[in-house]
């Protein structure tokens, strides 16, 4: 997960802005466009700190908490505000330890599990397979599960895909209908074990295609006419020959999507804390995060080679910052605040993603709540949303929008010799014709001036909301969870085809035309 430098967008073509004397958005809406799919703001909550327990989950017994059957109302109804599309469950490197029967059936009768990988904590396993699909039912999401590659066997999988799929009779459903679910949940998408390049097994390329292979041949629809959306353990950040092996070994009737795994991390050995960060951790934090322009335009390149009718997907479902956990913290719970460099990161990284809408069909970020960059923190029965929840409420207008293909020219944030686009931009239709742009200024100390033109597109008026704060470091708490909330812009000038927007240091906007 190194940076090794920035190639250019075909989407999002960058200049100096030394040379073209501006700071400049030019819409293209003429050209041949794609829809930003909805999925790309998916979420993902692994059985980690706690994310699960003490996050989603209180259960049924707590009289301190509202709750239905365990689930926490107040963190249902923040999820359902950002309209997430999807959640991703139980893993992570989780997923490959977890044994689905272990969580079914009544609670006092399911083993406990040592959950080795984060913490070395305890569960009971009161939180399983009914309790995760019937959450997502009330978060009006669809699920997406990950199964177990690295320690599980074929049978298991395929009896789990049975079990929540199948609405016939068979020793499945039937075990299902027992546990009190008797229509089958028709979850469709799935993914075929995680980061099998690590923690999901340290396994060659090579080795997992024909892993795979096995797999995903015995994991029926069972009817479901929509089929299984199948997503195989893709690449570590620019492990480019990971993904040459998949799309070139696996056929691509058993395969819809193909990972990748990406964090913004300053270094492995030295994260750097979530708070009191430097400039130059700040910088080399945004570094990492721009690199994913250059991770996708890579990975695809690949993927157009094997797929040039662009059927099969990329699924980034693990990104975000990860920094140092908060002193006093369990070390194995990656517990992290979320500061406005957060809230720049996440809305870099969205436009990335919707300027490369055309491969890029999903993503998640890590994670939902009181985990890495997470949308929510919970502390007893208070929920805090982050600068990030902000950004991916604001953002939300973009899900299932027809994208509008942009070239942007900005100068650049410099630190240190080295220097990375100081703006990033994004721009979609929606269905009632609403004309939306992104923009970002990750420079901590200058605002910008820059100027959209909107290629033809005809609009009388422009407003919008804005995401900044007072200091960089600044973040929600408990004791103030509204430091950082958006406000209403309405200072970007529309005259003869062209938005002017001052945006200032550090800030979110997303503009709409009507």
């Known amino acids: 997960m190194r940076n090794r430098g920035l190639k250019l967008g075909a989407m999002l073509l960058l200049a100096s802005a030394s040379l073209c004397g501006q700071n400049k958005v030019t819409l293209r809406p003429s050209i041949d466009t794609v829809t930003i799919s909805k999925h790309i703001y998916g979420h993902f909550a692994e059985h980690l700190g706690r994310c699960i327990y003490d996050g989603f989950y209180v259960g049924e ?97 395929a009896d789990w895909v049975q079990y929540v799929n199948f609405n016939g009779e068979s020793p499945m459903s039937d075990l299902r209908v027992k546990n009190g679910r008797k229509e089958a949940w028709t979850v469709r998408y799935w993914g075929v074990g995680n980061e099998a390049w690590g923690c999901g097994g340290n396994m060659t390329a090579d080795y997992y295609a024909d892993i795979y292979k096995k797999y995903a ?109 908060e002193p006093g913290t369990n070390p194995g719970f990656l517990y992290q605040q979320n500061t406005m460099r957060d ?64 070239d942007i020219s900005t100068d650049s944030f410099t630190f240190a010799g080295d220097s990375i686009p100081a703006l990033s931009a994004s721009a979609s239709k929606d269905e009632m014709g609403k004309i939306h742009v992104s923009l970002v200024n990750i420079d901590p100390t200058n605002n910008k001036k820059i100027s959209i ?11 919008g909301r804005i995401l900044k704060s007072q200091n960089l470091r600044d973040y929600n708490t408990f004791e103030k969870p509204e430091t950082i909330v958006p406000a209403l812009y309405k200072e970007a000038k529309l005259r003869d085809g062209t938005i002017e927007v001052d945006i200032p240091a550090f800030s979110v906007i997303v503009l709409e035309l009507t």
């Not at 991770?295 to 390149?301: G, M």
């Not at 033109?453 to 407003?463: D, F, H, P, Q, T």
Request: a negative charge.
């Open 343 to 406: 809230a720049m990161l996440a809305g870099m990284t969205l436009n990335i993603f919707n300027n490369h809408a055309k491969r890029v069909k999903m993503a998640n970020l890590a994670q939902a709540v009181n985990v890495l960059q997470s949308v929510i923190l919970t502390r007893g029965n208070q929920i805090i949303l982050t600068p990030t929840y902000h950004v991916m409420e604001m953002y939300k207008v973009h899900q299932d929008a027809r994208q509008i293909p942009l």
């Open 61 to 157: 017994a707590n009289d301190s908490i509202a709750h239905t059957e365990g689930i926490r109302n107040d963190v249902v109804q923040a999820l359902k505000k950002l309209q997430i599309p999807n959640l991703r469950w139980p893993g992570g490197c989780f997923a490959d330890t977890y044994h689905w029967k272990d969580g079914i059936g009544p609670k006092a009768e399911r083993p406990a599990i040592v959950n080795s990988w984060w913490g070395g904590v305890t569960e009971d396993n009161s939180f399983g397979t009914h309790d995760f699909l019937n959450m997502c039912e009330l978060l009006e999401t669809e699920p997406y599960l990950a199964g177990n590659v690295g320690s599980g066997e074929v049978q298991e999988l």
């Open 217 to 325: 041949t015995f994991m029926s629809a069972w009817g479901n006419k929509e089929g299984l959306y199948r997503i195989a353990s893709g690449a570590n950040s620019a492990d480019y020959n990971w993904t040459e092996t998949l799309m070139k070994k696996i056929p691509h009737s058993l395969m819809k999507g193909v990972a990748l795994h990406h964090y913004a991390v300053i270094d492995w050995n030295a994260k750097g804390p979530s708070t009191k960060f430097s400039e130059e951790q700040y910088f080399k934090t945004m570094k990492s995060g721009w690199f994913m322009n250059e991770l996708i335009d890579k990975h695809s390149a690949i993927m157009d080679k094997y797929d040039p009718e662009g059927r099969i997907d990329l699924i980034v479902d693990e990104w975000g910052g990860w920094y140092e956990v």
């Open 453 to 463: 033109g909107l290629g033809g597109i005809k609009a009388s008026n422009v407003e």
